[in-house]
C-alpha cells in the first residue's frame, strides 16, 4: 500500500476531455482540502465555461461510434474497471480518506460497493432486450428497440465520492451513451482517478469526460441548456436538484434525481432489539451520518424505549472519533465547517426545545471538523433536524405508542428516499412497509444500498432508479417501429 503523499501524487489533477488531461482553459487551479486537519492535499484544475463546452464537444463527438461498440465490448471494460478498482482499492481508499474523511475501512467498503456496479453493469450491457409484438387488428407488427439516449450529464456529491459516480458511469457505459461527469468540488479526486483507470480498462476517448470547478453552476448550466446533451443525472441536494429540473425543462432533458433523505427507523415493541441496535447503529453511522439514507429520525415504542436507548448510548459512546487514516478510528470528521455548524445549530435547537443529551451533544477537539457521537432523547417532533436533514452523527429518539402514529411522524416530511422498520411481526412488517412513503424500506436492516437492487425516493427525495435491472433504462429510450406486413 501506497503513503499518504504516493497516493495524491500518483492522483491526475487536469481535466480529463476528449481522452486527454488538460489544464483549465486561464490555468485556474482549486485547492482540495483533507477535513481531519484543514490542510491542503493538492490543487487541481478549476475549469470554466470554455472547458466545459469542450468536455461535451468530445462527448458529442464520440457518441455514434461508442453507441455503435459491441455490447460485449462495452461490457469488458466495464469488467477490467471492476477488476481494476478491486485490485488497487487500498490505495483508492487512502485517496477517498484523504479528501472526504471517512475512516479507511469505510472507504474500502465504499470502494469495493463502486466497483461492484462496474461489474453488476459489465452483465447488463449483454441483456439490453427489445419486443415483437403483434398489433391487436393482426395486421401489423411491432419491433420494440431501446437505444441509448446520447450524451449524458452526470453532477455527483461529496459524500460519497466514487459509489455515486460508479452507479452513473456504469449504466451509461453499458446502454452506449458518452458523458460529461463534474464530481464535488470538495472531492474530485476520486473520479479524477477513476477516469485514469477507466481509460487504462479500455475506455476509448470521449466516452467519459471529467471537468472539475468551483463555479459549478456556471459551468454545468450552459451545458444544461446546450440542446445536444439529452441526459441530465443528478445526485445531490434537493435545493440544486430542483433548480436543475428548471434548467432541464428548457430542453425538455431527461433527467434522473437522486436527491436528499430524512430517513425514519421505526422500532415496535416487537422488535428483536440486537438487530434493532445493530440496525440503528449501520443506518445512522455509515458515512459518519453524512449519507442521503442516513436514519435523520428514530422512532421507538415506549415499552422499549429505555432499553434501546441504553444500548444505542452504549454503542455511539464507545465510537472513536479520528482522523481516517488512523487505526481503529470509527468516525472521521465532517465534510467542513459549514457542515459541522449547522450539525451544531440543529442539535443546540433540539436541547433548546426539549432534548436531552445522552452522549456527545458538541463538536469534538481537533483541527479537523470533528463532532462527537450524539444521541438525543425526548426529541419533539418540531425539533429542526425532525424535518432538515442532519448529515452528522446525530440519533434523535422520540417514544410512539402506537403504529399508526408511528407511520404519521414517519410520513411527515416532504422526503421519501428510504425508510427502516424493526418488528418480528410479519403482518405488521408488510403493512407499515406498504404504508410508508419512500422508495426503499430497510425491514430488520439498517442498509438497502446494493448494486442489483433498484436505488431511488418518492416524494422530494427525486426522479428516476439507479442500480438494479431498471438502473440502465435511464439511459436507454424505447422506440417501436410499426412494421406493415
Ligand atoms: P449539493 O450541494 O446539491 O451538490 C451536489 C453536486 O451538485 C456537487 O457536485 C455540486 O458542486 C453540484 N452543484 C451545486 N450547485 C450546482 C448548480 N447550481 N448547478 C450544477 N451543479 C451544482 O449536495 P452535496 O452537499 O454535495 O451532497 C449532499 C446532498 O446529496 C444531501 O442532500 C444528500 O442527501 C444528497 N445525496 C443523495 C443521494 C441519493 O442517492 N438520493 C446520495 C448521496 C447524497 P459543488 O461541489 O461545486 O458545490
Known sequence: MSSEREVVEACP?????????????????????????????CDVADASPADGKAALDAAVAAQAEWAATPPRERGEILRRTYELMTERADDLALLMTLEM?????????EIAYAAEFFRWFAEEAVRIEGGYQIAPNGSGRFLLMRQPVGPCLLITPWNFPAAMGARKIGPAVAAGCTMVIKPAAQTPLSML?????????????????????????????PLIRDGRARKLSFTGSTSVGRKLIE???????????????????LVFEDADLDKAVDG????KMRNGGEACTSANRIYVHSAVMEEFSSRLTERMTALKVGRGTEAGVDVGPLIDGKQ??????????????????????????GNGYFFQPTVLADVPVTARLQKEEIFGPVAPLTAFETEDEAVRMANDTEFGLVSYLFTKDLSRALRVSERLEAGMIGLNQGIVSNPAAPFGGVKQSGLGREGGTVGIDEYLELKYVAVSL
Open 13 to 41: 489533477t487536469e481535466l480529463f476531455i476528449g481522452g486527454k488531461w488538460v489544464a483549465a482553459d486561464g490555468g485556474e487551479t482549486l485547492a482540495v482540502e483533507d477535513p481531519a486537519t484543514g490542510a491542503t492535499l
Open 193 to 221: 482517478k477513476l477516469a485514469e483507470l477507466m481509460t487504462e480498462a479500455g475506455l476509448p476517448a470521449g466516452v467519459l469526460n471529467v471537468v472539475t470547478t468551483n463555479d459549478a453552476g456556471g459551468v454545468m448550466e
Open 247 to 265: 434548467q432541464a425543462a428548457d430542453q425538455v432533458l431527461r433527467t434522473s434525481m437522486e436527491l436528499g433523505g430524512n430517513a425514519p427507523l
Open 101 to 109: 474523511g471517512k475512516p479507511v475501512a469505510e472507504s474500502k467498503g
Open 280 to 283: 440503528a447503529m449501520l443506518a
Open 340 to 365: 459541522r455548524d449547522k450539525v451544531a445549530d440543529l442539535v443546540a435547537d433540539a436541547i433548546a426545545q426539549g432534548a436531552r443529551p445522552l452522549t456527545g451533544g458538541s463538536v469534538a477537539e
